[in-house]
Nanobody
Framework: QVQLVESGGGLVQAGGSPRLSCAAS????????MAWFRQAPGKEREFIAA????????YYADSVKGRFTISVDNAKNTLYLQMNGLKAEDTAVYYC???????????????????WGQGTQVTVSS
């Protein structure tokens, strides 16, 4: 059973640089694609960043490119999202997601991800 547990959210000042973590368990994730999504109140879930656990390219939404960095720590079985230069519009619940995949192209579509964490709230104060 795949389990994803996010942490690291909270109240952050504009311009801050928190790091979100997603502890993954229940599988060997080497053949998985991993992603971060977010959802603000009244809005649809939005793709933020993604990668293949085994390495390769990273993918970002235009809204966060150059400010956010996605990465994995194999030894800790953990996915990270380093967020820099936070803005009020980054306020949302952030989710990590996983899907077993054997392609090099990583999907950015939420419905194609099979496993989701419970989410962690990030609130940016100005």
């Amino acid at each position: 059973q795949v389990q994803l547990v996010e942490s690291g959210g909270g109240l952050v000042q504009a311009g801050g640089s928190p790091r979100l973590s997603c502890a993954a368990s229940g599988r060997t994730f080497s053949s998985y694609h991993m992603a971060w999504f977010r959802q603000a109140p009244g809005k649809e879930r939005e793709f933020i960043a993604a990668l293949r656990w085994s390495g390769g390219s990273t993918y970002y939404a235009d809204s966060v490119k150059g400010r956010f960095t996605i990465s994995v720590d194999n030894a800790k079985n953990t996915l990270y999202l380093q967020m820099n230069g936070l803005k009020a519009e980054d306020t949302a619940v952030y989710y990590c997601a996983a899907r077993a995949a054997y392609t090099t192209v990583v999907t950015t579509t939420a419905i194609r991800y099979d496993y989701w964490g419970q989410g962690t709230q990030v609130t940016v104060s100005s």
